[in-house]
């Protein structure tokens, strides 16, 4: 189940990056913890 949040949640992260911009993924960073290693392996651009 926490692989399907993670996934859900770096799904939802880069389809609100063009909406809301970067604020989006600073502030799911703190909440999600674990995602913060996953988003620089899986959105290198950031």
């Known amino acids: ?10 799904l939802l992260a880069v389809a609100a990056r063009p909406v809301a911009g970067n604020s989006t993924i600073k502030n799911a960073s703190p909440k999600a913890g674990i995602f913060k290693s996953d988003k620089v392996r899986l959105m ?3």
């Open 1 to 10: 189940m926490a692989a399907d949040l993670a996934a859900g949640a770096v």
């Open 44 to 46: 290198p651009g950031l």
